[in-house]
Nanobody, 123 residues
Framework: QVQLVESGGGLVQAGGSLRLSCAAS????????MGWFRQAPGKEREFVATSWRGGSTYYADSVKGRFTISRDNAKNTVYLQMNSLKAEDTAVYYCAASGRSGSYYYTGVYDYWGQGTQVTVSS
């Protein structure tokens, strides 16, 4: 079992920055892949970024160059630094953990999910 708790969401103006954090517990953190997804009202949950096992990082095209995922295995925490935020980034952001192989952008690969944190970008 892995428990995930997100924090760091809030209201920010377009062009601003936020850093989301996700604290994990319950399993050896360094052995799992950690991802961020988001879900806007009326839309499906979509992939944002992942720190995959083996050290690779992947990003959705819509956030590439603006968002950075990082992890601190000593603190069992994964971060999502979000810069140059746009109104279309407004969503609930979810942290997720995966202990298996598969398509990193697919929600079904991730076994554990946090409760989500709201990010609102005003234009």
């Amino acid at each position: 079992q892995v428990q995930l708790v997100e924090s760091g969401g809030g209201l920010v103006q377009a062009g601003g920055s936020l850093r989301l954090s996700c604290a994990a517990s319950g399993r050896t953190f360094s052995s799992v892949s950690m991802g961020w997804f988001r879900q806007a009202p009326g839309k499906e949950r979509e992939f944002v970024a992942t720190s995959w096992r083996g050290g690779s990082t992947y990003y959705a095209d819509s956030v590439k160059g603006r968002f950075t995922i990082s992890r601190d295995n000593a603190k069992n925490t994964v971060y999502l630094q979000m810069n140059s935020l746009k109104a279309e980034d407004t969503a609930v952001y979810y942290c997720a953990a995966s202990g298996r192989s598969g398509s990193y952008y697919y929600t079904g690969v991730y076994d554990y999910w946090g409760q989500g944190t709201q990010v609102t970008v005003s234009s």
